[in-house]
């Protein structure tokens, strides 16, 4: 397998601004990847320096081996699907599709059929001689999705495709574009700030905050182990605790991540650890009680299932966990 | 389908058109300057410069015996700009703005509030066109149609005739100052049209301040226990400002520099427009017409100037 | 709250009506005025009506020539200003740089002044450069302020295509000028169109800068300038105020059903 998309300590600088600062990437061919971050951590601009709409201001961009700086967008063998899909507004559903070979010199007919094929793909067929302001927001999407698959890309890049549509939709979509991904083998870089969505659909995930990557790895990495503080917050919701009681607990690095679910509100059995603490809230949240406990002055949030008794607000309470729960992390 | 290649980096199949835009995307600076080099050299260089060297000849003077331009800078122009004759042009000219302009806005602002608040769907669109017809208009076929109106024998005379109000007209024509020998060779004429045919320059900018009120302000404002009248004062007025000002900067410089309205429809008496017009054609006294231009300039430069601090340029 | 903003007070009503009615009386009795039989004076009402006035125009030679003058004027005018003005709009919508707020206040420099600063300052300049005043002249002068009506319309619709329309094209694989053609040209046509109609409507009433930059010529506000302030014929003079009313409605009327949609049309531009 080769490798699809390389950064080498690439940095885009607007100014005193550094969107994209020192990153480095490998994704293979074939790979679902997923960059996630908040806005304005640098996941975009990485995809748009990949696109081409962005040149790096330092490092290099390899593509499937060949130096992608200073090579326009449209010489890229490279599709994007855009955040607001960006369909024309001028042209039908077919034209639409069909742009890509049409600026290329594909014949008419050859064009047309191989359009009509990817709407199919698409679940639209028989949709080719609408208008973009015709369609719904998840049709829109499916035709964005087939208007860049119909150029055949090595690389497909996804700006956040899933965020403008309701969760149903989202849900099914997330499904639909897995299987594609599968089904054709393109490499897919997608964005997104929603962890759920990329937990989901990704191989591996690359976790973005102020234009520097915190951490990559398979979602289970990024979501059991998070390296740092950053992305223990961020993906999901680990508790950080503090030097003070990792020192108690016997930990040597100052800050260790501890996931609610992995935690119990009981005695310790055989070769767990234990804090003692108070209770200082509880919320319901359907499958499981969110308590959170006052431990030193630290809340640590514990997600109880919701079959088990809640303890009252400002009762002590022991809580428990196995040891290898307990992850160390690089830095605050 | 066939055009996808196997390298990332597709290659030209465009030739030259293919290679000038590459060119352009890793030079957006000369794509820009290619964009802009002929607008801005007809616009930058040859209109602003000819602007500039009009300034340029107030400084200058005119020989009173050879009535040849005296090429020496001087500030003669500007002493002669303000004698008393000069000066009183000024003053007409500015204070005949000042009054066209409030009375535009008097007329203009009814008709944008029921605009942009109460009007909906057919009607929208009748009072949109009913406003852009007059103001694209032919302008001196709207002022021809004033001549027509109120010439001695024209509509205005027949109709106040049939009211038994012939009275009011010539005691108003015995008037000094705004009076004459008919409406059309009055000030009060020159004053009708001016408002008639700069009106529409007012009423759009109000009306686009005004849609830009959301509704509930207003039914906020009397859900709050405000009077109609108090709303208006408190809330609608001053959000209709910037509207008002943006419109009266039209009305203003328009008034300024027109000197057709008040030779075909006024008194002899000049204003700027008309003496620019006769001290560089006549008179053929260049320097002394380039500082008149001066004049509405150096004004609506500060208009402007105060205008921009109340955001009335959002309005436009 | 539909029913509260459909009431309106009465007061209102009269005033805002009373406003319109002020506005269009005068162009309507342009028409009347056109049909009346009395020659001398601008008696009202008219002692009688014909059609005669309308033959005897028709065939005055003074008033074909200047009616074409003024059409080709502005033709030319309005294609001179259609290059320019897209071209500003186009630079100053695509790309970020230094000064764009400069080259908006450039475009609009020489109709925020009044219009006899502009005539004087070109008719200075070229008789400073030695041009002798000549059609082309007329033309120059016209498109100098009617590039801001086409500017006002592009830059209104370029600001309508989103910015990730044209990345979409390139990324599709489609160079420059493939997307200028393709994307760009359709989506800013008819907002060309509309300023094209507006510039041609402002070039063929324009007075003012024409007395400065016409030498012996005289477009069609040059001759009615000239009837209003020595009336020759008063009758013939009332048919052509009422054609140049329908002539300029065209185009207005076109250009509004062009740009209804979204932007209005530059108005306040004029």
Redesign the interface.
Known sequence: MSTAVLFDNVSRHFGAVRAVDGVNLEIAEGEFFAMLGPSGSGKTTCLRLMAGFEQPTGGHIEIFGETAEGVPPYRRSVNTVFQDYALFPHLSILDNVAYGLMVKGVGREERRKAAEDALAMVKLPNYGSRRPGQLSGGQRQRVALARALVNKPKVLLLDEPLGALDLKLREQMQEELKTLQKSLGITFVFVTHDQGEALSMADRIAVFNDGRIQQLGSPEEVYKQPKTRFVADFVGSSNVLPAKLCQKLGVRSAYASLRPEAIALSAPGEGALSLNGTVSAHSFLGAVNRVVVDVDGARIAVASPAALAVPKVGSPVTISFAAHELHPMEDA | MTAVTENIVLPDRRGPAGRLSDFFWKHPHVLLTVLLAPPLLWLGVVYVGSLFALLLQSFFSIDDFSGLINYEFTFATYRQLLSETNLDIILRTVSMAAIVTIASALIAFPIAYYAARYAQGKWKVLFYLGVMLPLWSSYLVKIYAWKLILAKEGIVTWFLGKLHLQWLLDAWLSLPVVGGNSLSVSYTGTFIVFVYVWLPFMILPIQAALERVPGNLIEASSDLGGTPAQTFRHVLFPLALPGIVAGSIFTFSLTLGDYIIPQIIGSSRLFIGQAVYAQQGTAGNIPLAAAFTVVPIVIMGAYLFVAKRMGAFDAL | ?RS???R??LG??I??AA??A???V??L??FL?AFTTEEK?????PPGLTTQWFAVAWNRPDVWAALTLSVKVASIATAVAL???T??A??VSQ?R?FGRET?SL??I??I???????G??????FS?AEIPFSFWTIVLGH??FC?VVVYNNAVARFRRI?G??I????????????TFR??IL??IGTALLAGGM?AF?LSF?E??VTTFTAGQQSTL?IW??EE??RPRQRPV?NVV?MI??LV??LP??GA?YLT?DGDQ?A??G?
Do not use: W
């Not at chain 3, 990345?167 to 493939?178: I, K, P, V």
């Open positions: 709250m509260e903003r459909n309106s007070p209102l009503k005033a805002a406003g319109l002020f506005m269009h005068p162009i009795l342009i005025y004076s601008y008696q009202f009402p290059v320019l003005g071209l500003c186009a630079a790309t740089f080259i450039l475009v420099l020489p925020a002044l009044p219009g006899i600063i502009t004087i300052a070109l008719r200075s300049a400073m498109a100098t590039i989103s990730s329309l990345e979409a094209s390139m990324d599709l694989g489609a160079d420059g000028f493939q393709y994307i359709p989506n507006l409507a009433d007075v003012i506000p009615m300038l209003l302030i003079t105020a140049v009313v300029t409605f207005i009327l509004y209804r049309i108005g306040a004029k």
